[in-house]
């Protein structure tokens, strides 16, 4: 089991800013793709991730336990 973190948009588009699923040993691309078929109006192809508050990459292995955050990008002026 793992728990997903939702910021802004994202947490809007699913109506919750956090979810647990019952998922381990996945890839953050696999979970990535796993949320967009759960979620279509979800885009995370340009995500940043983190995995227990560390930045991760898309071939980073989640396991049971696990906190991912789901961070859009910031744009600023």
Request: charged share 15%.
């Amino acid at each position: 089991m793992i728990n997903i973190l939702l910021f802004a948009h994202l947490q809007e588009a699913v109506g919750t800013p956090k979810l647990t699923v019952e998922l381990s040993d996945v890839t953050v691309a696999e979970l990535k793709e796993w949320m967009e078929q759960h979620y279509p109006q979800l885009s995370l192809q340009q995500m940043m991730t983190a995995i227990n508050e560390e930045f991760a990459t898309d071939t980073t292995i989640i396991k049971s336990g696990d906190t991912i955050a789901f961070i859009p990008p910031i744009s600023g002026g």
